[in-house]
């Protein structure tokens, strides 16, 4: 018998905060994270790497005096809600982990990971 969440634990395209995204990225022991198109469309856009992302957000705070937490953060490429100014964060997204059509539910990509 397999013992499984009942809940996958994703990151989404919708617009987020740089603190938030960080925050979720911390609080994680997993590597990565499927990533939907948003909480209530799970359609699966690709996957991305916990630790590539959480370093790219703790320098951006780190060395830029002006971003904050509380700066927007979005998926630009994969997101259909804009977000003007947001740090833009496409570039993490990796398409290539997994390759299925995009109507898979994701009942079934939770048992893939």
Known sequence: CDIMDDELECLTAEPTTVGGLLETLRATQHGGFPFVRSHGDHTLLGYVHTEPLRRHLEVALKENALMRPEFGAVFRKYAQAR?????????FVDETVVRIVPETPLAQVHNIF
Do not use: N, Q, V
């Not at 977000?83 to 570039?91: C, E, K, N, T, V």
């Open 83 to 91: 977000a003007p100014g947001a740090m833009d964060l496409s570039r």
